[in-house]
């Protein structure tokens, strides 16, 4: 029998540390191929009806590889996940972050980049054209310079620098995650998804 019993009028309640230590746990699951597969059935969807609660946003890539509930081995209702290609942060991206910091209490962003990220290698090429495409790579030039300052491969350099670049865009730049940051409870953390392995490298420790 399914039954609406529970109430969940009340916010997320992890913090940002045990959120994360959460998706850690899920990818190591992914990782290794033992997965769980959790919050997922008829009786999540009822729990859920009333209100939802997700203990993490992710800003990642639109790419097909890189989905985000199944690489840290979560279900319905958990995370709450942007998705765009090059993980832009452009307005509507950045009010829906604000949405869920605000009205659904969830303290932790992940700024998801992933290895051969073909947004970020259209940038590096200058592959523009005559449509949107201008605009959503204007977000990434800043770390395509940043990305060839340094040794090792281009690409991965610009996937990482692009990814620090977002997150210090929603950390300084907006108001409202601004000031939740500085009273210490949300976290904006940048990451970095590997294809082959399904591993997600966490790029700074909070
Ligand atoms: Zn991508």
């Known amino acids: 029998m399914i039954a609406a019993h529970h ?3 009340t916010v997320n309640n992890l913090t940002a540390e045990a959120a994360l230590q959460k998706l850690k746990e ?4 992914y990782v290794l191929d033992h997965v769980e597969h959790p919050h997922e059935g008829a009786q999540r969807r009822v729990d859920l009806s009333i209100a ?13 590889r890189v989905v985000p509930e199944l690489i840290f081995d979560q ?9 765009v290609a090059g993980h832009i942060a452009d307005d509507a991206v950045i009010a829906s972050i604000e949405f869920a910091v605000e009205h659904l209490g969830t303290r932790l962003v992940v700024v998801l980049g992933h290895e051969r990220c073909g947004a970020v290698m259209a940038a ?10 201008n605009s959503l790579i204007s977000y990434i030039e800043p770390a395509v310079k940043a990305g060839q300052e340094v040794g090792g491969d281009v690409v991965t350099n610009t996937v990482k620098a692009h990814v620090n670049l977002m997150v210090k865009a929603l950390q300084s730049t907006d108001p409202i ?8 409870t949300l976290k904006i953390v940048p990451a970095y998804y590997r294809l082959a392995t399904g591993k997600v490298d966490f790029l700074d420790t909070i």
Do not use: W
């Open 26 to 29: 899920g990818n190591d699951r």
């Open 124 to 133: 590096i090429e200058h592959a523009f054209s005559e449509g949107k495409l």
């Open 7 to 9: 109430t969940y009028y």
């Open 177 to 184: 995650l601004s000031h939740e940051g500085m009273t210490g």
């Open 52 to 64: 939802q609660h997700p203990f993490a946003i992710v800003l990642g890539c639109a790419d097909s």
């Open 75 to 83: 279900g319905v209702g958990d995370l709450f996940v942007l998705r």
